[in-house]
């Protein structure tokens, strides 16, 4: 079986370029087709790809300073690659790369961190902060996006199943393409995090530190909380404002090493997080370490977080992002955190590990490529079971497959 890897772009090796590579173990050193490459010679070692192949769009002045705003003519770069000879087709994709051209003979499968949140969800916040979105380019962006909008949902037609990142990703693929999928969490190198059972007296924070991440509401509460400790680990363009509104129990760490970093969440009391993010890896290694988690419950924490009133509870979820509320959820885990236990904590990351992820990959792949298998009879044993099952009585029953494991 010959396997192509459609991925947007590589400009760094993050989270994205993680699934990839993570993939690229479940198939093997694939060919990798995207829009642009900038990655060192170490990290496309890393990514495990058998080839790199990259659109004629690489080839544009200053591209690797500005490839952000090539956006306009990236449906047509990714439309440009030829995957005819290949078996399976698996897309990473956060805009572009489902769209890429797929013929009867193959079966594609779409791995999708989220929709193009610029395009749908977010596009008012983003043309308010973008200073292009004034005239005279106001209305060439504008119509841009919109013929983006219509490309991604004609495109959303093309894969042959579709996986979510976390439940709200594929909540997001339901309401904007009006597809079926199945979640398979990103995989987190949880051993990486060993679990510690003894803990020190203070709580942790760690993330780049600009406007979304909300770190600020953390910063915030712990001013009204003079004798908690919060350690504040990362670095980025809000670090000075943050700093000049902090009271003296809140320390600001900076960038530290990975295995300071490791050490530092290992023994925190309990790990904050105030942002809302699709999925939220830095949460699944806090609670493979052992250490509860307390965050925001919209996004990726509601999958990654048991609360309270749940049987083994992992952290604290809140509903509103706003000061008082931060406060509350951690005198919350003051008043009950000897029902949260670590070794709780550590099990339930076991579900997020790289051996899980690899498994549903490879189960959903023999699926997929089964025989029997027919799209239809697929999505709607999807629908009929909540994200975290994918019915497998009614797939094996309709399409002849085997039962596909938990994806959550």
Not at 165 to 186: A, C, D, L
Not at 274 to 300: H, K, N, Q, S
Request: hydrophobic share 40%; net charge positive; charged share 20%.
């Amino acid at each position: 079986m010959r396997t192509a890897i459609a991925h947007d772009w590589l400009p760094v090796y993050s989270g994205a370029e993680q699934v990839v590579s993570r993939i690229m173990d479940v198939v093997g050193p694939s060919d990798l087709f995207t829009l642009f490459d900038f990655l060192s010679d170490s990290d496309r070692k890393r990514l495990g790809a058998a080839n790199i192949n990259v659109s004629h769009l690489s080839k544009l002045p200053f591209v690797e300073k500005f490839y952000r705003y090539s956006f306009p003519l990236c449906p047509n770069a990714i439309e440009s690659f030829d995957l005819s000879p290949y078996d399976l087709v698996i897309s990473s994709s956060a805009a572009f790369a489902k769209g890429v051209i797929i013929h009867p003979h193959q079966k594609h499968i779409a791995y999708i961190h989220t929709p193009a949140r610029y395009a749908w969800d977010q596009t008012f916040e983003y043309l308010a902060k973008t200073r292009f979105s004034k005239f005279p380019f106001g209305p060439f962006l504008a119509h841009s996006l919109h013929r983006l909008r219509l490309w991604d949902a004609r495109t959303a037609h093309g894969p042959d199943v579709f996986i979510a990142n976390s439940t709200i990703v594929k909540r997001r693929i339901e309401q904007i393409y009006g597809r079926q999928s199945i979640v398979i969490h990103p995989p987190v190198d949880t051993q990486q995090f060993p679990l510690c059972e003894e803990k020190d007296d203070y709580y942790v924070v760690a993330s780049r530190l600009v406007p979304y991440k909300r770190i600020d509401l953390i910063v915030d509460a712990f001013s009204r909380l003079p004798n908690k400790r919060l350690l504040v680990v990362g670095d980025g363009p809000d670090k000075q404002r943050l700093m000049t509104g902090a009271t003296p129990n809140v320390e600001f760490r900076g960038h530290v090493p990975r295995r300071e970093l490791v050490e530092t969440i290992r023994r925190a009391k309990a790990f904050i997080f105030a942002g809302c993010e699709d999925f939220g890896i830095v949460m699944a290694e806090a609670l493979a370490a052992g250490t509860p988690v307390i965050a925001y419950r919209r996004g990726g924490a509601a999958d990654i977080v048991t609360p309270l009133g749940q049987e083994k509870p992992t952290g604290i979820l809140f509903d509103r992002q706003d000061q008082a509320t931060v406060v509350e959820a951690i005198q919350q885990f003051e008043a009950n955190k000897a029902s949260i236990h670590a070794a709780d904590c550590h099990m339930k990351a076991q579900a997020f590990s790289v051996a899980a992820f690899q498994s549903r990959f490879q189960n959903l792949i023999d699926a997929v490529m089964a025989p029997t298998f027919t799209r239809g009879a697929f999505e709607e044993a999807s629908r009929a079971g909540p994200a975290r099952s994918v019915a497998p009585v009614s797939l094996r029953a309709r399409t002849g497959v085997e039962a596909l494991e938990p994806v959550g």
